[in-house]
């Protein structure tokens, strides 16, 4: 059992393509971010023609009233931003304060994230198998790599550790994310208990263990910080009935103002006794204990 030096806890919040594609609207949602107290805003970057064969490229999009084009291509076009825009988003997040990362989906856009230099890059779920693309993070990169383990085995978890493993880079630069793939997940599939088994396994050979939630409300992201998860990722949103798949497993911003609160509070709360009897409890005592007759 892990004895936690519980840190601050650090706020991801996920814009990812919630910007609908408007560029102005990425821009209000990092000052959202921001205010409501992250310490990242995060966005996703696709190659979509490397990523997608061409018939995925181009079947119609299976939920038309989601979709941003007709076909999936098109929808993954329109919520494309390019290079040069990730980097003004990264210039803007510095002018105001808040951190810049990026969730990377294949080669291309790692190299282009890559040359930005941002803190850390982040893995998704679906992407943790592609060793080409870890490969050149662990390798040409030198910030951290943060990577979720949604739709993840196992014995898939444990090759991606011992790859940064082979080069003495785990424990340095890897942090693990529990996560469930879903959207949104209900309750009895967070799995929250899965962050106890990814400090058993990995706790002394990565950097950090993080917690990825696509659950909705926040009181769960308190309990995972309370497990050990030093980074809280959530989906933000400035509406959650906008048009786009994520929106749903989104916070808003009364939400996430709500958790980053209350993550913060969990943090001062977390500690042992100073004392047997702390000063607030002094005057309690002299008023109140029981005295015998």
């Not at 004895?3 to 991801?12: G, R, S």
């Not at 959202?32 to 018939?55: H, I, M, V, W």
């Not at 930005?116 to 490969?135: H, Q, R, T, W």
Request: net charge negative.
């Amino acid at each position: 059992m892990f004895e936690f030096d519980y840190q601050p806890p650090k706020v991801i919040a996920e814009i990812g393509c919630n910007h609908m594609g408007q560029f102005d609207i990425a821009l209000e949602l990092i000052k959202l971010s921001k205010d409501c107290g992250a310490d990242y805003a995060k966005f996703q970057k696709r190659n979509n023609r490397e990523l997608l064969t061409p018939a995925q490229y181009e079947a119609p999009h299976p939920n038309p009233w989601n979709s941003y084009g007709p076909t999936y291509g098109a929808h993954r076009e329109a919520l494309e931003f390019s290079a040069a825009q990730h980097a003004e988003l990264k210039a803007y997040c510095e002018q105001i304060g808040i951190g810049y990362s990026t969730s990377v989906w294949d080669m291309t856009s790692a190299r282009e994230i890559i040359e930005l230099n941002p803190d850390f890059i982040k893995v998704p779920s679906a992407c943790n198998n592609n060793y080409e693309m870890l490969g050149l993070l662990r390798d040409t990169y030198r910030g951290d790599v943060h990577v979720s383990t949604g739709m993840t085995t196992q014995d898939e978890i444990a090759g991606l550790v011992a790859f940064f493993e082979e080069t003495g880079q785990a424990q340095t630069r890897l942090v693990v994310y529990s996560c469930t793939s879903g959207y949104p997940v209900p309750f009895n599939d967070i799995c929250l208990l899965e962050i106890n088994r990814l400090y058993a396994n990995y706790g002394k050979r990565v950097k950090e263990i993080g917690f990825s939630g696509h659950h909705l409300g926040i009181a769960i992201d308190v309990a995972a910080y309370t497990l050990g998860a030093r980074w809280i990722e959530r989906h933000f949103t400035k509406d959650r009935a906008w048009k786009g798949t994520d929106h749903a497993a989104s916070l808003e911003v009364p939400g996430l103002q709500k958790m980053v609160r209350d993550l913060h509070h969990s943090h001062e709360a977390l500690a042992y006794k100073q004392a047997d009897i702390l000063d607030i409890e002094a005057v309690q005592r002299e008023k109140l204990k029981y005295r015998k007759a």
